[in-house]
C-alpha cells in the first residue's frame, strides 16, 4: 500500500491550495480516508476525515475553509484549503485507515506567508 501525497506549496494569506493523495495497493472505498498536518514543535493533529459513507469530520479551526473530497475510481483524496492563514503551515500527511491498519503518506509541506 502506497500513499503519495502532492499539492504543497508556498501561497499567501488568503489564498487556496488543493492536495492530493493517491492510494495504490488499497481500496479507499470501505476506508477512512483523512488529512492530518504537523508544524514545528507541535503535535500531529487531524485535520479532516471523511467516511465510507461521505460524512466528513473537520477540526475547528478550519471548518468552513477546507474541503475533503474523494474519488474512488481514481482512488484519491483531495483537501481543497481556501482562505489559508499563516497557521495553517505545516507539513500535511495524507492517512487512510481500513479498520485493520492505518497507513500513512510522506508529508507535502504548506507554508502561508503573512
Known amino acids: 500500500v502506497q500513499l503519495q501525497a502532492s499539492g504543497g506549496g508556498l501561497v499567501q494569506a488568503g489564498g487556496s491550495l488543493r492536495l492530493s493523495c493517491a492510494a495504490s495497493g488499497i481500496i479507499i472505498r470501505n476506508s477512512i480516508p483523512g488529512w492530518y498536518r504537523q508544524a514545528p514543535g507541535k503535535e500531529r493533529e487531524l485535520v479532516a476525515r471523511i467516511s465510507p459513507s461521505g460524512s466528513s469530520t473537520y477540526a475547528d479551526s478550519v471548518k468552513g475553509r477546507f474541503a475533503i473530497s474523494r474519488d474512488i475510481a481514481k482512488s484519491t483524496v483531495y483537501l481543497q484549503m481556501n482562505s489559508l492563514k499563516p497557521e495553517d503551515t505545516a507539513v500535511y500527511y495524507c492517512?487512510?485507515?481500513?479498520?485493520?491498519?492505518?497507513?500513512w503518506g510522506q508529508g507535502t509541506q504548506v507554508t502561508v506567508s503573512s
Open positions: 492517512n487512510l485507515d481500513n479498520y485493520a491498519h492505518t497507513y
